[in-house]
T-cell receptor, first 113, second 117 residues
Framework: GENVEQHPSTLSVQEGDSAVIKCTYS??????FPWYKQELGKGPQLIID?????GEKKDQRIAVTLNKTAKHFSLHITETQPEDSAVYFC????????????FGTGTSLTVIP | NAGVTQTPKFRILKIGQSMTLQCTQD?????MYWYRQDPGMGLKLIYY???????DKGEVPNGYNVSRSTTEDFPLRLELAAPSQTSVYFC????????????????FGDGTRLSIL
């Protein structure tokens, strides 16, 4: 099955700086890559996703890049704010599998005011 | 619109007891999932269902059972609770893109925190 690795496991940045979280995947058939944000005591919430037919997607301060050849994708958060502090998970999925997701192990992001 | 609702939010069980974690969604999603989340381990899929009457095993199904009699509900059953099942359990749902089986985002509940002592 798919194996998703995520780095770093913890990340601290100063408010206003950028944060980058990286994930690699093993299954070349994976074609859908969502990113989730999980706040304390809550379930994961989708913040951005990308499909394999594009290399980059942006939504305000959040962007995701995908390199299919190298099988890695990254989350970029610019102008970080204290409310960005949370645990972020990447995931990978491919068609015809009942929409099963394989998750990374998470990155705990702390934005220092 | 409540989304995905999980009950209870917290529960403490004794070893060997049984319980059912409830999950219901009001988005008319065909696909539903159960995950467990352990510290530093991400989310691991326990069982999933692509529609009423259809269930399938995920990565870590041992010690659990599920049923899917309606589109809305997908309960998870622990028959003989063991300390290794102490975890946070999340239910999720998604809607398959009509006609293409393109992957779609999963929508999560807020979890059930289960401790087995």
């Amino acid at each position: 099955g798919e194996n998703v690795e995520q780095h770093p496991s913890t990340l601290s940045v100063q408010e206003g700086d950028s944060a980058v979280i990286k994930c690699t995947y093993s299954d070349s058939a994976s074609n859908y890559f969502p990113w989730y944000k999980q706040e304390l005591g809550k379930g994961p919430q989708l913040i951005i996703d990308i499909r394999s037919n594009v290399g980059e997607k942006k939504d305000q301060r959040i962007a995701v890049t995908l390199n299919k050849t190298a099988k890695h994708f990254s989350l970029h958060i610019t102008e970080t704010q204290p409310e960005d502090s949370a645990v972020y998970f990447c995931a990978a999925s491919r068609k015809h599998t009942g929409n099963q997701f394989y998750f990374g192990t998470g990155t705990s992001l702390t934005v220092i005011p | 619109n409540a989304g995905v609702t999980q009950t209870p939010k917290f529960r403490i069980l004794k070893i060997g007891q049984s319980m059912t974690l409830q999950c219901t969604q009001d988005m008319n999603h065909n696909y539903m999932y159960w995950y467990r989340q352990d510290p530093g381990m991400g989310l691991k899929l326990i069982y999933y269902s692509v529609g009423a009457g259809i269930t399938d095993k995920g990565e870590v199904p041992n010690g659990y059972n599920v049923s899917r009699s309606t589109t809305e509900d997908f309960p998870l059953r622990l028959e003989l609770a063991a300390p290794s099942q102490t975890s946070v359990y999340f239910c999720a749902s998604s809607y398959p893109h009509p006609g293409t089986d393109s992957n779609q985002p999963q929508h999560f509940g807020d979890g059930t925190r289960l401790s087995i002592l």
